[in-house]
């Protein structure tokens, strides 16, 4: 065995742990966890949030699309009411001239 691989094993060897070691892992898991059940319900909140958001946009730009076309069909409703009284009105004036 050579000097590195004498050093390795040294500096490799199993050492047990310093006192109170494993209750101080203990306490980060658990306030860990505490941080991660804060962040949790957060991130689910602001992902209903912007999904919310989202859908109304849509909904919004689908109410403004309705709008618009309502709005075209009474213009063409408008133009045929207005030339069928046209035409109307023209049969009335040749009915009363016979």
Known sequence: MNDLERQL???????????????RVLERTVRTRRRA???IPAAAA????????IVHQRDVA??????RQLLT??????????FAESKVRRLEALEQRQ
């Not at 094993?9 to 742990?17: C, V």
């Not at 063409?76 to 009411?81: D, G, N, P, R």
């Open 46 to 53: 602001a992902g209903l949030l912007i999904t919310g958001g």
């Open 9 to 23: 094993r040294h500096a490799l060897r199993p050492k047990p742990a310093p006192p109170g070691f494993a209750v």
């Open 62 to 67: 689908r109410g403004e699309e309705a709008k």
């Open 73 to 82: 069909a009474l213009e063409i409703t408008a133009e045929k009411i207005h």
């Open 37 to 39: 059940a804060f962040w």
